[in-house]
């Protein structure tokens, strides 16, 4: 299992929060016309532009594919298919569509929830079959002027970003420095 260095993971906070205020931006314009997929666009517009998991839309060149909607099978023969809003693999050598290696999962939401954060523990926990990927994301942008789930997280959940592979972006409503998006490594 490959992990990812603090510094790989100090970018990728970085351009999250870029796209984070960016869609913090689109829903205080679009207001009720801000959808999920909305969220899902900007989120992999700037994962792409980063081009460490792959770009999008996907060329011939390179292995690592961005995609929306991966169907995902922890185990061959049984189980349920996932589906993350994005993810990133690693194409084998020469092949079009057999997987070397699974980069990362991103689940996005628009409400206060942290149902979408087991999804993510699920995908890079290596008790649960042999595709993981290296490293999940939840992404949660509540509604303006509440805060995300950040305050339902435990802090026996939250880790360093050296240890952990799931990462929770989300936003704070703080009086004196209004919202915010803020970023928990979570165990």
Do not use: Q
């Amino acid at each position: 299992m490959n992990g990812y260095s603090a510094k790989i993971k100090n970018e990728l906070e970085s351009v999250l929060h870029v796209a984070m205020l960016e869609s913090m931006n689109e829903r205080d314009r679009s207001k009720a016309f801000f959808s999920e997929e909305s969220l899902r666009f900007i989120v992999m517009k700037h994962l792409s532009d980063y081009k460490f998991f792959g770009r999008f839309p996907n060329s011939a060149i390179g292995r690592k594919r961005l995609v929306f909607e991966f169907p995902y099978k922890r185990l061959k023969t049984r189980g349920s298919t996932y589906r993350p809003d994005i993810s990133s693999v690693l194409l084998k050598k020469g092949s079009d569509n057999e997987i070397e290696e699974y980069l990362l999962a991103v689940e996005l939401k628009i409400k206060n929830d942290v149902g979408d954060i087991k999804k993510c523990r699920n995908y890079v926990s290596e008790k649960l079959g042999r595709s993981v990927f290296n490293l999940a994301i939840c992404v949660v942008l509540p509604p303006k002027r509440s805060n995300g789930p950040g305050d339902k997280i435990n802090n026996k959940e939250i880790t360093t970003r050296v240890k952990s592979r799931i990462l929770l972006c989300t936003t704070e409503n703080d009086k004196p420095m209004g919202e915010r998006p803020v970023f928990y490594w979570l165990v």
